[in-house]
């Protein structure tokens, strides 16, 4: 997908990308969803993209900073079915701004996952650096549900940055992040570990002690500067 040769940088369209090819050794198919163009380049305004194996959409979250949910669909079939279902822009939905109905004005850092009984589930921070939680949604019978918040940042005015979020070979989910007091990099301390059993409704920490159950959150609770500053950018500890 690339512009012709000596297009200025200012001139080439910005918007999402697409591609798929058939396993094991299909061709590429290109494509690019030029009816919406992303407002920034910033590197934190990345593309999401997560695949529900249930029904075969292709789902991307993308161009966000501490602003609006952007999100659109596919059409069933168009990750899973490529001999019979066409690669083009018409089979993705429009962008929405919203999952489940209600207001998502301020996310940042989407992030997809597959449980291991291949529900699709979206990560994403609430908020604003330094003030923000960590919320989690699940995709099923073609919509979005919210599981909730399972990392609180507002209640002591800071938040977590995740380093990962992702599943084990034997379904367990764990998280590890770093808590950012505020919007300063300088403010980032300590290291933090949970996992879940159930997909995110139930969290425990290492000693396998539950810490936030189903309708809870996981508060941070590390005191102001309580330990080393940890860089999100590199995973350095700065004593």
């Known amino acids: ?8 940088r200012a001139a080439r369209p910005r918007g999402v990308g697409v591609s798929r090819g058939k396993l094991p050794s299909g061709p590429w198919q290109n494509l690019r969803l030029t009816d919406y163009a992303t407002t920034s380049t910033d590197s934190h305004n990345t593309i999401s ?6 029904d075969g959409t292709v789902n991307l979250a993308f161009d966000m900073h501490s602003s609006a949910l952007r999100y659109r669909r596919s059409v069933a079939g168009l990750a899973t079915s490529p001999d019979t279902a066409a690669w083009q822009a018409s089979g993705f ?25 291949g529900a699709l589930q979206l990560a994403l921070r609430t908020g604003t650096s ?56 300088s403010t980032n301390h300590d290291l933090f570990y ?9 969290w425990r920490n290492n ?33």
Request: glycine share 14%; proline share 6%; hydrophobic share 35%.
């Open 194 to 202: 949970a996992y879940s059993r159930d997909n995110g409704r139930t």
């Open 49 to 54: 993209i997560g695949v529900s194996r249930q």
């Open 207 to 239: 000693a396998g002690s539950v810490v936030a159950t189903t309708g809870g959150v996981l508060s941070i609770f590390a005191p102001r500067y309580g330990g080393s500053r940890i860089d999100v950018q590199d995973w350095a500890v700065r004593p």
């Open 130 to 185: 330094g003030a923000g939680d960590e919320v989690l949604y699940e995709y099923a019978s073609g919509a979005w549900t919210s599981v909730g918040r399972f990392i609180d940042g507002t209640t002591a005015n800071n938040n977590a940055y995740l380093f990962g979020i992702e599943y084990d070979s034997t379904g367990l989910l764990h998280a590890t992040w770093t808590v950012r007091e505020t919007s300063n990099v």
């Open 93 to 117: 939905g429009a962008v929405q701004s919203t999952l489940t109905g209600a207001g998502m004005p301020t996310l940042t850092y989407p992030q997809f996952l597959t449980t291991p009984a």
């Open 1 to 8: 997908m690339s512009d012709p040769p000596g297009t200025p």
